[in-house]
């Protein structure tokens, strides 16, 4: 039974039942509203100080089926209530044991810290993918993390005990979004201390904080605001070009995805000439650009550039078909 019912029967009983004493001593006795409800409170607590006034047989016989009555329906009251305590305390320890058993099993995960609007977003995308990740919140229930199934901490994410909590020690990187550059400063640089090989992305909302936040140690810095006022330009100036790339980046598309795939050494695209390796004659996919440790992004590569271990390729294809591709950079078994 749902906690806000159960408080509403037993606060129905007790009306009830303290209305049926006033009432009750009322008619058959005669007594005014006050001694009526002295009478009723003292007799179904058990209390019984001493009668208002000298009873009737009547009265005495409702006296008797007052105490019966009302004995059974305190009983029954502090039961519920029992009920509430003791199943509300287990449930959160069972709940709370559990989270803390599915938080510890996490490696290379992903932390967010902050679940307002952008922190709802970067959640959204995640579960989209399939990325392991957890929240970290101040205030999860007026958050809505509560009622969703999302791994989360409370509490300040500045704080040390609070990210170690989160797992951060084996985390892969953490995403700072909390409401003010100074608390997205603070979290980079505890987190940044706590696993100095951490990938830190953080948003900014003044001029000056980006190179802030870079000096405390993120990796990449993110302005909300500068971003959406190139998109709104970009919109008007350039609209076919934001519409495909909206398409071509937006979770949930199932026609068309670009993504980053990383390869690995042994892999069958590792030495290969893109030509050689079919991916746009075979798949159909198309290698956007190539990202190379150390060196410039390659955009527009041809069919003759040789792929290498540790190339990020940006390709732009069917989902289906970019799966294939992240097949193909893994490690040969």
Excluded at 104 to 127: A, D, N, P, T
Excluded at 196 to 201: E, F, K, Q
Aim: charged residues 25%; neutral net charge.
């Amino acid at each position: 039974m749902h906690l806000k019912r159960r408080i509403l029967i037993a606060a129905s009983l007790i009306f009830l039942i303290i209305s049926i004493g006033v009432t009750g001593y009322n008619l058959i006795e005669g007594w005014n509203l006050l001694d009526s409800l002295y009478m009723t409170v003292t007799t179904i607590t058990t209390v019984g100080y001493r009668e208002v006034h000298p009873l009737s047989p009547a009265g005495r016989v409702f006296t008797i089926f007052l105490i019966l009555t009302g004995l059974g329906m305190v009983f029954y009251i502090l039961n519920m209530g029992a009920r509430i305590l003791i199943e509300g305390e287990l449930k959160e320890l069972f709940g709370r044991r559990k989270l803390e058993r599915r938080i510890k099993s996490l490696k290379g995960h992903y932390i967010v810290c902050g679940f307002g609007r952008m922190g709802k977003i970067i959640s959204r995308e995640f579960r989209a993918k399939g990325v392991d990740f957890i929240v970290v919140e101040k205030d999860p229930i007026s958050a809505g993390l509560v009622e969703k199934d999302i791994l989360f901490v409370e509490g300040d994410a500045t704080r040390d005990e609070i990210l170690k909590e989160a797992g951060i020690e084996s985390a892969t990187g953490l995403i700072s979004v909390l409401p003010t550059d100074a608390e997205n400063l603070y979290t980079v640089l505890t987190a940044k201390g706590l696993n100095p090989n951490l990938r830190i992305v953080a948003r900014a909302g003044e001029e000056g904080s980006e190179q802030k936040l870079l000096r405390a140690g993120a990796d990449k810095v993110v302005s909300p605001y500068y971003i959406g006022g190139l998109r709104i330009a970009h919109t008007l100036l350039k609209p076919a070009v934001c519409d495909f790339v909206e398409f071509a980046t937006k979770a949930g598309n199932i026609e068309l995805q670009m993504e980053e795939v990383t390869v690995q050494e042994g892999s069958r695209l590792d030495r290969q000439t893109l030509d050689e390796a079919g991916i746009g004659r075979d798949l159909g996919v198309i290698i956007v650009s190539i990202i190379r440790p150390g060196e410039e992004m390659m955009f527009n590569p041809t069919s003759k550039t040789v792929v290498k271990a540790g190339d990020v390729l940006i390709a732009l294809g069917d989902v289906k078909k970019l799966a294939v591709l992240e097949g193909m950079a893994r490690r040969a078994a």
